[in-house]
């Protein structure tokens, strides 16, 4: 059984391979997460797992979430997120149970996603990696980091959806694809995957089967 995980990003090191090769990774801990909802093709009309994550006290929680978490008898959890699964994966768990990092093998291949760094409002050189409308020599201390012209006058007298500029930049869903697994510990919730995840040290982020 191998489907998907939430878990929390603890930050990037370093492990030693065959042949004292340095691999750079990025250690997640993954898990346990609590199934608090199965919903079913017959009832749903698709087949997924609904997995909680962190604790959170309850008087964070409101009476809905409450009331939803009866059926799991389970605590508010910080992170909830929807798994699509296939019936026979599905069939292995039940609503209350956890999934751990054990769900996952030594060289496997993951997709994790997680959302990026928050930048705030960025100018094109930084957001687009534009190369500036001037040289820095004298006289160009005004200008030299903004965008140019952006349009014409009457003909299109507009200007075209989708042009870059500045703006906000990051906080956005992430998806780093085909990362392998380079080590599992399963009795501490660890997962060590080779190279760079998506989001900032103690960001929540989905492990799931390479598709």
Do not use: W
Request: charged share 25%.
């Amino acid at each position: 059984m191998s489907f998907a995980i939430l878990g929390r990003k603890l930050g990037m090191s370093q492990i030693h391979g065959d042949g004292g090769a340095v691999i750079p990774v990025t250690v997640i801990e993954a898990g346990p997460c609590t199934v608090l909802q199965k919903k079913t093709a017959e009832k749903e009309a698709y087949t997924a797992l609904q997995l909680g994550f962190a604790e959170k006290p309850e008087r964070l929680a409101n009476k809905p979430e409450m009331g939803h978490l009866k059926q799991s008898k389970s605590s508010p959890k910080r992170f909830v997120r929807e798994v699509r699964v296939t019936a026979e994966e599905a069939a292995t768990v039940e609503v209350g149970g956890t999934v751990n990092a054990g769900i996952f093998t030594k060289g496997e291949r993951v997709d994790i996603v997680g959302r990026s760094k928050g930048k705030g409002f960025q100018g094109v050189m930084k957001r687009h990696h534009f190369k500036g409308s001037a040289t820095m020599s004298h006289g160009t201390h005004e200008y030299f980091r903004h965008a140019g012209s952006i349009g014409s006058n009457t003909t299109p007298g507009r200007l075209f959806r989708g042009k870059k500029m500045g703006g906000h930049m990051g906080s956005a869903r992430v998806t780093a694809k085909n990362l392998e697994i380079v080590d599992v510990r399963p009795d501490v919730n660890l997962l060590f995957v080779r190279g760079a995840v998506p989001g900032t040290r103690n960001g929540f982020v989905i492990v799931r089967k390479a598709r």
